[in-house]
């Protein structure tokens, strides 16, 4: 049956991955692919740490690729290996030293272990990260804790793909800790990202044919030239002209009528004030006429 010979096939990379990884422990591998190629069976490893596995003067390949023959019954072996730029970004390298720092420091001091974790995650770049440890920390009975921080999806295309998943445990003296990592890197393309074009215009004329810009031109050059400079009575009101326009309109009769009260008010003491002057000048005409009269 051909479902037999796919389930043995990935029984057989699933075994040369375990020993890869059991025979460096600390080589800070990250993946292992197994791909067939015309001249055998191509091993991609990608580590942190690719002196490690080299070996001096490839020692530690000769030697893999010996056992991979004789004990996994590889034709030709081919091994390459690839190094990991950024250690921080791989979720796998990041669960192990997580599980690393908490077999050396406890379950004491897991929370410091975490945030830290994801501090480093969050400084090369990630947009989101997200670590769960689960287990008897800090108390006897098993609970679960999660550090979160950023932006991350959880469903769709992406959070299958695109977002780095890893797993890990931790042996301590209460028990196993088990280690969820996800990453999300910054390489990576949303559907619902929507990047806002600065100049359109220059796009729009480039994507325009020339023939059709000239024939454009030519069918204005036909007709009449308008022309450019509007008349002297037909200038168009601005709005701020029509709103002042129309505020006189309503003020202006209110104005008119202040206007004359003030007058009025204004006209008043000066009419009392002949008036006063009159009286004055008549008293003094009495006085005279009495003297002349004595």
């Not at 490690?52 to 390949?61: C, F, H, P, T």
């Not at 390459?80 to 970004?89: A, M, R, S």
């Not at 440890?133 to 695109?162: H, N, V």
Request: aromatic share 4%; proline share 4%.
């Amino acid at each position: 049956m051909i479902e037999r010979q796919f389930v043995a096939q990935k029984m057989k990379e699933f075994s040369i991955k375990n020993y890869i990884e059991s025979s460096f422990p600390k080589g800070g591998i990250s993946q292992i692919k197994l791909k067939k190629i015309p001249l055998g069976e191509k091993v991609m490893i990608s580590t942190s740490r690719p002196s490690l596995i080299v070996g001096s003067k490839g020692a530690n390949i000769r030697d893999l690729t010996k056992t991979l023959k004789k004990r996994f019954h590889l034709e030709n072996p081919q091994i390459e290996i690839t190094e990991v730029k950024d250690v921080f970004l791989d979720a796998t390298l990041v669960a192990e030293r997580i599980a690393g720092s908490l077999e050396r420091f406890g379950s004491a001091r897991f929370k410091s272990v975490g945030h830290k974790a994801m501090e480093n995650v969050m400084k090369s770049g990630a947009l989101g990260v997200e670590i769960i440890l689960s287990g008897k920390i800090p108390s006897s009975r098993a609970t679960s804790w999660r550090f979160y921080q950023g932006y991350l999806k959880k469903c769709g295309d992406i959070s299958m793909e695109g977002v780095r998943k890893a797993q890990a445990g931790a042996l301590l003296k209460s028990g196993i800790v088990g280690i969820k990592v996800a990453i999300m890197p910054p390489d990576i393309q949303l559907p619902d990202r929507i990047d806002v074009l600065e100049h359109p215009v220059e796009i729009i004329e480039a994507i325009v044919p020339e023939n059709d810009t000239k024939k454009k031109n030519s069918k204005k050059g036909t007709g009449k030239k308008k022309s450019s400079s509007p008349r002297k009575g037909n200038k168009k009101k601005t709005e701020g002209q029509e709103v002042e326009e129309k505020s006189l309109g309503i003020i202006g009769p209110k104005l008119q009528a202040e206007e004359k009260v003030i007058s009025q008010q204004a006209e008043e003491p000066k009419k009392n004030t002949e008036e006063v002057q009159k009286t004055e000048g008549a008293s003094e005409e009495k006085v005279e006429k009495t003297g002349e009269s004595s």
